[in-house]
């Protein structure tokens, strides 16, 4: 079936405003993740959701960062009051489980540009 | 906590001639994963191989294989016969058994020369 999709594929905004960023995961898929990827950097935890609920959001930067997944399917990045420091690809996974398996591998979106002026 | 080091911020290799992508981490974990990821020009990031530190056996997917050396927390990529679809940012990535969070290195960027 389709892999994991993120729209846009790039966001263009002005420092202060607020973003969404979309996720659509693979179907079937009970675990979704956000990581943010910075220029010349790994990818970096942000946020896991189990179903509907977030299981732990020790990765969010700080409180203008909020996501949300209500119907345990696509999800929703928000970033308040955004920064110039907010500029990055945001990446969103899906896993079958999440349960941390081997064979629960993440399933990486083609993410998403975010250029904060 | 744990930590990925990827040494080599980029590398270069002949088509298809043979390349190794070195890549450390440390843990105080017994029981975890490693992998290595792609990521081409697209952004989208592919598995291209992955291990359990129990295994003694290294894996091994199609022209890419390891070499894991779990105590000297060691876990380089061999790619073999390199095409130019190769060419791409390869990450490392740990994650701890049961959990869900990957560790990932900074990356080494392969340039495939024909």
């Known amino acids: 079936g389709a892999g994991v999709s993120q729209t846009p594929s790039n966001k263009v905004t002005e420092k202060g405003k607020y973003v969404e960023l979309r996720c659509d995961p693979i179907?079937?898929?009970?675990?979704l993740y956000w990581y943010r990827q910075s220029l010349g950097q790994g990818p970096e935890f942000l946020i896991y959701f189990q179903g509907t609920g977030a299981a732990d959001d020790s990765g969010l930067p700080n409180d203008r960062f909020f996501a949300v997944r209500p119907e345990g399917s696509v999800s929703t990045l928000k970033i308040q009051r955004t920064e110039r420091g907010d500029s990055a690809v945001y990446l969103c996974a899906s896993s079958f489980s999440g349960l941390g398996g081997f064979t629960d591998t993440q399933y990486f979106g083609p993410g998403t540009r975010l250029t904060v002026l | 906590a744990q930590t990925v080091t990827q040494s080599q911020p980029e590398m270069s290799v002949q088509e298809a001639e043979t390349v190794t992508l070195s890549c450390t981490y440390d843990t105080s974990e017994s029981d975890y994963y490693l992998f290595w990821y792609k990521q081409p020009p697209s952004r989208q990031m592919i598995l291209v191989i992955r291990q359990e530190a129990y295994k003694q056996q290294n894996a091994t997917e199609n022209r890419f294989s390891v070499n894991f050396q779990k105590a000297a927390k060691s876990f380089s990529l061999k790619i073999s016969d390199s095409q130019l679809g190769d060419a791409a940012m390869y990450f490392c990535?740990?994650?701890?058994?049961?959990?869900?969070?990957?560790?990932f290195g900074t990356g080494t960027r392969l340039k495939v020369l024909a």
């Open positions: 179907s079937g898929h009970t675990a």
């Open positions: 990535a740990y994650k701890t058994k049961g959990t869900y969070k990957y560790i």
